[in-house]
């Protein structure tokens, strides 16, 4: 049994479910991904598939040898399988294998913001206003140097650059899954922009 796939983020919608509740969603495009490899456990050390989505024109020297057979795809990703025993090199993944009510783990890349300040990147609180300070109400202030140690600490939150990194939203829940329309309805907001590549992940495995 599959444990994850890949999908696009299509964007946020609202859900109306059987008792009547209304709740936010995210509509992820989920297409049926090929198996471009199989790993198993006398060789690689491990049993595992690798999935291949998003087809393009052409690929370099390297690429096309690995996925001689298969297709010319831009994602590779691989996911841990208990039993590969039915599992064949150029067959096909949709999400059938996850059903409403699903726990999920989905990782994305987060939206970029630039380099931003402390306010905004931390969420510190603004200095006074007083005492003719009228334009440095956004300013970090002090950050402790003194003799001891002399030097900036690693980890000291700071302005910098925020967002544009890998985010893992754990425990995410099925609401509705469509194979057929190869779509994935999954509560609340899932990290990265519309149109972002999504590793979808069973919750647990």
């Known amino acids: 049994m599959f444990s994850g796939i890949i ?11 059987e008792s009547g509740e209304m709740v936010s969603v995210t509509a992820v495009e989920v297409k049926p991904c ?10 690689d050390g491990y049993t595992a598939v690798q999935l291949a989505s998003g087809e393009v024109k052409s690929l370099n020297s390297p690429e096309s040898g690995h996925l001689k057979g298969v297709g010319n795809f831009r994602y590779l990703r691989e996911f841990r399988v208990d039993d590969i025993e039915n599992i064949q090199r150029g067959g096909k993944v949709d999400c059938s294998f996850l059903a409403t009510g699903d726990l999920v783990n989905v990782r994305g890349l987060s939206k970029g ?13 603004r200095g006074p206003k007083t005492h003719g300070q009228s334009d440095r109400e956004r300013a ?5 140097g003194t003799t001891f140690p002399g030097r900036v600490q690693k980890g000291k939150r700071m302005a910098g ?4 990194r890998m985010v893992t939203l754990r425990n995410a ?6 194979p057929g329309r190869n779509l994935l309805l999954l509560k ?3 990290p990265g922009a519309n149109g972002g590549l999504l590793i979808i992940r069973k919750a647990g495995i």
Do not use: D, Y
């Open 34 to 43: 090929v198996v471009a490899q199989v790993k198993n456990g006398a060789k």
């Open 188 to 190: 609340g907001s899932v």
């Open 113 to 125: 913001k630039g380099f931003a300040g402390t306010i905004k990147r931390h969420h510190f609180h």
């Open 7 to 17: 999908g696009k983020k299509i964007g946020m919608t609202r859900f109306v479910q």
């Open 161 to 164: 650059h925020m967002g544009s």
């Open 140 to 144: 970090p202030g002090s950050i402790g």
């Open 173 to 178: 829940m099925v609401v509705r899954s469509e």
